[in-house]
């Protein structure tokens, strides 16, 4: 966890999503069937590292921008 979390210091602001939006992704994937050990064992992103980037969407549409 520490190198995505060192990852994610690392990306730039107009990179990371907002605050409320990060937080309200990783509620969605805390909820969620495919996470293990803050992995997605759907489609295997670290739920962390694609939470925190602005583009990114949940590729099962559990969560958008």
């Excluded at 994610?8 to 937080?23: M, R």
């Excluded at 293990?36 to 921008?65: F, H, I, M, N």
């Amino acid at each position: 966890m520490n190198k995505i979390y060192k990852v994610i210091s690392l990306l730039g602001k107009n990179e990371k999503a907002l605050d409320e939006v990060n937080k309200a992704r990783l509620d969605t994937c805390r909820s969620c069937d495919y996470l293990a050990d803050a992995t997605c064992t759907a489609c295997g992103c670290y739920v962390e590292l694609r939470a925190a980037k602005k583009d990114s969407k949940c590729p099962y549409k559990k969560w958008q921008q």
